[in-house]
């Protein structure tokens, strides 16, 4: 059974400052995926992550795929308040898709 | 492009009841997928249905049930209500390719009193 674990779990920082999220899976996938939900709301994609090495970069957020080691990380640049959400990884498994039980970010003045 | 789309937006019923959650995915898009996060449990998958059957079932019991019509929307009904089943319901849909993104709906939340 495709297990999928993030840490941390919740994470507080300061604006300006650097932080990565990890998200590391039990079992061989092809396929990560790290979305962005504000509160009440809906997930928001934020990277697709097809195969080993890959790396994607979208403002302050830069992700990254390790196959071998199972492992993602999302890492922060410089973090701003609008950064404030919860962070999921995904994988693809024998269902859909296994989420982390996300980190929550709050970025602090 | 519309997204995806659900409704109701809310929805308040009593243990014991039904409930009926729909779901429209995006034009093109034959896969529809229904996840439920509650509070506590993160996101789990429930159902994923493609060109009208049902592929892959989560690990929930069978009063949680749907379905997909030809015209690709969903319906996840879920009988008995229990005070436990009050989540948020996110609909997802993608194009059931062997390689397809999964895009999300706005999502239903269930409250059960």
């Known amino acids: 059974e495709l297990k999928v674990e993030q840490n941390p779990l919740f994470l507080s920082m300061q604006e300006g400052k650097n932080y990565t999220i990890y998200c590391n899976y039990s079992?061989?996938?092809?396929?990560l995926y790290w979305y962005r939900q504000d509160p009440g709301k809906s997930l928001e994609s934020l990277f697709v992550l097809l195969s080993n090495g890959a790396v994607k970069q979208e403002g302050r957020l830069m992700a990254s795929l390790d196959t071998k080691a199972r492992l993602s990380t999302l890492h922060i640049t410089a973090a701003v308040h609008d950064l404030s959400a919860t962070y999921f990884c995904?994988?693809?498994?024998?269902?859909?898709?296994?989420f982390g039980k996300g980190t929550r970010l709050s970025v602090i003045a | 492009e519309a997204g995806v789309t659900q409704s109701p937006t809310h929805l308040i019923k009593t243990r014991g009841q039904q409930a009926t959650l729909r779901c429209s995915p995006i034009?093109?898009?034959?896969?529809v997928y229904w996840y439920q996060q509650a509070l506590g449990l993160g996101l789990q998958f429930l159902l994923w249905?493609?060109?009208?059957?049902?592929?892959n079932r989560g690990n929930f019991p069978p009063r949680f049930s749907g379905r997909q019509f030809p015209n690709y929307s969903s319906e996840l009904n879920v009988n008995a209500l229990e005070l436990e089943d009050s989540a948020l319901y996110l609909c997802?849909?993608?194009?059931?390719?062997?390689?397809?993104?999964?895009?999300f709906g706005p999502g239903t939340r269930l409250t059960v009193t």
């Open positions: 997802a849909s993608s194009t059931g390719q062997a390689i397809s993104e999964q895009y």
């Open positions: 079992t061989t996938s092809d396929r």
């Open positions: 995904a994988v693809e498994g024998n269902t859909p898709l296994v």
């Open positions: 249905y493609d060109e009208g059957e049902e592929r």
């Open positions: 034009s093109g898009h034959t896969s």
